[in-house]
């Protein structure tokens, strides 16, 4: 992988490029000292994103790393794509062409990387590509099933022993690869089941202590999995999602990661919707549980007005209208 840099705290515009260029064309440093010090620059602005300028900042600072690359530094070469890559595939933007881009910058960088660099750095592009096919199924340009091989690759390498936070990540990734490709309705079931699995095997090396972010990630889908699975207890699976998004909420929190406390506090009040209050005695109806889902949901939709989540705001409204709908029955 990329070697860990300090990040760039400044975020640069137009003219802090020039004068950063200037710098270092004007410097002492050898030619292979510059690209290096260019890539470290992008991958500072990759570090901490405020907003797409710093990606598009990037992506500039990696084509003059590589109009300095010659045939002599076909590493260097491959990290400046490689980083291109990943800058591309995360500027927000309409359509298919920057992850196509994205996709190409990878594809190129891998054959070197491959020849010079570390198992470990192929593995992360691999990885990465998997990213980018997944993003592109939309588009008709690859298919889950592209994507999921991708990630088999990494997966060699990111191990769960020596890397839970890769390996947690590819499992997710995964698990949401299948849940995302369409089956005969016989097949549902088992996509379902792998993708839990995965969830699951990725839980056994990523703990709430020392990875917060994976592990909430992780419970989350984890929980979202149950709730849809196809099972002949339903109850039970409920209160296992249940569960798992509490878990999920000991690390989201509206001030630290506000939209996907939200989405957590969205997808806990779905289970609450379906849950009656006493399991051994359902017909006793979810008046309970139902207000507590009402009260989820409006938390969650004052958090997603706020940050503009329209389109989540409305599925909340229908949500909270179904409840009322559920009361007056």
């Known amino acids: 992988m990329l070697r860990e840099v300090d990040p760039v705290t400044i975020t640069f515009n137009d003219a802090n490029v020039k004068a950063a260029l200037a710098a270092i064309e004007s410097d002492g440093a050898t030619l292979d000292e510059k690209i290096e010090m260019l890539i470290e620059m992008a991958t500072g602005l990759q570090k901490r994103i405020k907003s797409s300028q710093q990606l598009e900042d990037a992506v500039f600072l990696y084509h003059r790393g590589l109009e300095l690359c010659s045939p002599d530094y076909p590493l260097l070469q491959a990290r400046c794509l490689s980083g291109m890559g990943t800058a591309l595939r995360t500027i927000p933007a309409e359509g298919e062409s920057r992850l196509l881009e994205a996709k190409t910058a990878y594809e190129t960088a891998l054959p070197l990387l491959e020849k010079y660099a570390s198992s470990e750095e192929v593995a992360e592009v691999h990885m990465n590509i998997g990213v980018v096919l997944q993003g592109l199924v939309p588009f008709g340009k690859a298919t889950m099933q592209d994507a999921i091989k991708a990630y088999q690759k990494a997966a060699k390498v990111f191990i769960g022993e020596n890397y839970p ?60 999995a149950l709730q849809s699975f196809p099972s002949t207890h339903p109850i039970e699976n409920n209160l296992k999602a249940l569960a798992a998004y509490d878990e999920a909420l ?73 409840i009322e709908v559920r009361f007056g029955s």
């Open 165 to 224: 936070q890769e390996f947690s990540i590819l499992q997710n990734n995964i698990a949401i690869a299948y849940l995302s490709t369409p089956l005969a309705l016989d097949g549902e079931e088992m996509r379902q089941a792998i993708a839990i699995q995965s969830f699951e095997a990725a839980l056994k090396w990523v703990t709430l202590t020392d990875h917060p972010s994976e592990y909430a990630m992780l419970k989350n889908n984890l929980a979202n």
């Open 250 to 322: 000991k690390v989201r929190t509206p001030q630290n990661t506000p939209i996907e406390w939200a989405n957590t506090m969205s997808n806990k009040a779905n289970v609450l919707f379906n849950l009656p209050d006493d399991v051994e005695h359902p017909e006793k109806g979810n008046q309970n549980n139902l207000m507590e889902a009402k009260t989820c949901y409006q938390k969650a939709q004052e958090v997603f007005s706020q940050y503009g989540q329209w389109e989540q705001v409305e599925i909340v409204k229908k949500a909270l209208q179904d």
